[in-house]
């Protein structure tokens, strides 16, 4: 069964400052995608950034990017310059057959 | 913006009466789904429809069913609610871009049973 599993419920982050939060995954696919959705206390869920698995070239969008290690099953998610915007929790996910399972989120603080 | 609303956003009921939620979405959109999110579980799929009257179960389905009629709704049912499944409940569609499915998440649907 394809697993996903955020092992960090909360992390803090300094305005400015970079902050990573982890994210692996378990399957026996091989291609596949992943992705980092944002959800503010809004609730709405906002994809942040994806990945597909046979692409080598982490993926980058602005201020984020991922770090993807097909092998090792980890799909980490970089945010640069932290802005106060950025808090929020965020989720990774994992594509199997267009559904989508979520791992249990991490809850990122930005600090002025 | 995917065109995806959802009612009532808020309901307080009591344990065992029926309660539904409606999805609604403007775009035609083949894949809708229904997850509910609680502390410590992030979103957790309960049912998925891949078209009128074709629906499948998810990772937690028990307790739940889901009709589609038409292709614009999908509809949640709680056939006797129970105080497990207070909850936030997320619609989404699927639209495929660039090759890939990208989920769009409607704005969620707080229900508290009492």
């Known amino acids: 069964a394809q697993t996903v599993t955020q092992s960090q419920p909360e992390m803090s982050v300094q305005e400015a400052e970079t902050v990573t939060l982890s994210c692996t995954y378990d399957?026996?696919?091989?291609?596949?995608?992943l992705f980092w959705y944002k959800q503010p206390p809004s609730r709405q869920m906002i994809l942040v950034i994806r990945q597909e698995a046979y692409k080598q070239q982490n993926a980058t969008e602005n201020r984020f990017s991922v770090n993807f290690q097909k092998a090792a099953k980890s799909f980490s998610l970089k945010i640069s310059d932290s802005q106060l915007g950025d808090a929020a929790m965020y989720f990774c996910a994992y594509d199997v057959a267009n559904k989508l399972i979520f791992g249990t989120g991490t809850l990122l603080a930005v600090q002025p | 913006d995917a065109g995806i609303t959802q009612s009532p956003r808020h309901k307080v009921t009591e344990t065992g009466t029926p309660v539904t939620l409606r999805c609604h979405q403007t775009?035609?959109?083949?894949?809708m789904y229904w997850y509910r999110q609680d502390p410590g579980h992030g979103l957790r799929l309960i049912h998925y429809s891949y078209g009128v009257k074709d629906t499948d179960k998810g990772e937690v389905s028990d307790g739940y069913s889901v009709s589609r009629s038409k292709t614009e709704d999908f509809l949640l049912t709680l056939e006797s609610a129970t105080s497990s499944q207070t909850s936030v409940y997320f619609c989404?569609?699927?639209?495929?871009?660039?090759?890939?499915?990208?989920?769009?998440f409607g704005p969620g649907t707080r229900l508290t049973v009492l």
């Open positions: 399957t026996s696919e091989s291609d596949y995608y």
């Open positions: 775009e035609n959109h083949r894949y």
């Open positions: 989404a569609i699927s639209e495929t871009l660039g090759g890939y499915n990208e989920q769009f």
